[in-house]
């Protein structure tokens, strides 16, 4: 007698979350591209904001930026790639690493947008994505029951 077992399909909120994930990856794969070909925009910006800095201090600001850059939203991309994938397990660890790696997200954007004008377009559509995320996941009755019962 063959035994089959019945995995519980993705309430459409949790679905629509992981792909606003998904979204929200591609955007952070594209950042660190957009920070390295505009690298000399950052030098203007960092020398605009420190006038006393001399032409290396500059360099070295705007290197330091692409760098850290690449790695903080290198960083985040893989993190929302595993959410992408784990979200569909229903486990409830999925669900508040999702909430608190959007919305540490959020207040991260706020940092950015104080610190460079660069990406002033992007902060608040991510930001909204972002929020929508972690409303997806929480707030309808089938993302509740989906996580519930894991």
Excluded: N, Y
Aim: aromatic residues 8%; glycine residues 4%; charged residues 15%.
């Amino acid at each position: 007698m063959a035994t089959t077992t019945r995995t519980k399909t993705v309430p459409k909120p949790v679905q629509a979350a992981r792909a606003l994930l998904a979204l929200l990856g591609l955007s952070h794969l594209v950042i660190p591209v957009v920070l390295g070909l505009r690298e000399d925009a950052l030098r203007d910006q960092v020398a605009a904001q420190h006038p006393d800095f001399g032409a290396a201090e500059v360099a070295r600001s705007a290197d330091v930026a692409v760098v850290s850059g690449a790695v903080f939203h290198g960083l985040l991309l893989l993190l929302c790639l595993l959410l992408v994938v784990k979200l569909a397990s229903g486990r409830p660890w999925t669900r508040r690493l999702t909430t608190v790696s959007q919305l540490l997200s959020v207040v991260f954007g706020f940092f950015s947008w104080s610190s460079s004008p660069m990406f002033h377009a992007v902060i608040p559509v991510a930001a909204a994505a972002q929020l929508a995320v972690v409303v997806l996941v929480w707030a309808p009755r089938s993302s509740r029951d989906f996580f519930a019962k894991r």
